[in-house]
């Protein structure tokens, strides 16, 4: 059965899709089936794996209205082990379309339902909102990764996403836990970014991971390839801090990879 993980901050630019596709394809590299699903309109993630929102047929959108099997629309990917529910831009309609359904916020978990006993992990890449569609990913999900710029505006937002996972936990959702804090885009030269990181490991403690995702050529290169940075250049500190990262999130679940 598999553990849904949502990447989720309504903050943008802070590496929420590059965590998705990244730690996706490290938990593949590392021998676990995952399933990535693009729930971000912009469908960052689906292109970033090789595929051409443009020529999709269906995507997230019919399987979250209803109009297509889940499993029929998945895509494989270039990376073994990894295969992924992709989206496209009319995924922006779905939050209008839902908006007066009933039980709405469940969607995507009913969507999703079929394919739990096919993976160990699904990962689910929300859009820079919290929206419809990001309550549905919090719905569907066991856990959430937050991550967070090492920058000065940092916790800006921060507080408010927290509470949402709140209100999801006691009206929607009581099993979704945070999986963790993320601290991304991370330069050591940075005086600010020493601090910002010792100010959310004060303020959070062992909520946040232990890897931290330092800013990377590679890695910012990697999705205009269309590749994750493990089948891009494995052997990049890009690389390196998201199997770090997979490696951190099999031990806290008692999951050996």
Excluded: W
């Amino acid at each position: 059965m598999a553990k849904i993980i949502a990447i989720a901050n309504q903050k943008g630019g802070v590496g929420k899709t590059t965590t998705a596709v990244n730690l996706s394809a490290s938990l593949a590299v590392l021998e676990k089936k995952v399933l990535l699903v693009d729930c971000d309109p912009q469908a960052n993630a689906t292109s970033g794996l090789g595929i051409d929102p443009e020529g999709l047929e269906q995507s997230v959108y019919e399987c979250i209205l209803g109009q297509a099997a889940a499993a029929d629309v998945v895509a494989q990917t270039d990376t073994p082990n990894l295969d992924l529910l992709p989206t496209r831009i009319d995924l922006v309609g779905a939050e209008v379309e839902l908006i007066n359904e009933k039980g709405r916020e469940y969607f995507l978990s009913r969507a999703l339902a079929p394919l739990k006993d096919r993976y160990d992990f699904i990962i689910i890449d929300c859009s820079p909102s919290l929206g419809l569609i990001t309550i549905n990913a919090l719905t569907a999900s066991d856990s959430v990764i937050i991550p967070i710029q090492s920058e000065y505006f940092a916790l800006e937002g921060l507080g408010k996403l927290l509470n949402t996972v709140r209100i999801v936990q006691t009206r929607l959702n009581p099993k979704l836990g945070i999986e963790g804090l993320l601290i991304t885009m991370y330069d050591e030269r940075l005086r600010l970014a020493r601090q910002v990181v010792d100010d959310v490991r004060n303020h959070f403690g062992q909520m946040v991971f232990d890897t931290i995702i330092y800013r990377n050529t590679k890695l910012a290169e990697a999705p205009s390839y269309g590749k994750s940075i493990i089948m891009h250049d494995a052997s990049s500190k890009g690389a390196m801090n998201y199997l770090s990262l997979a490696e951190e999130i099999l031990r806290r679940n008692k999951m050996h990879s």
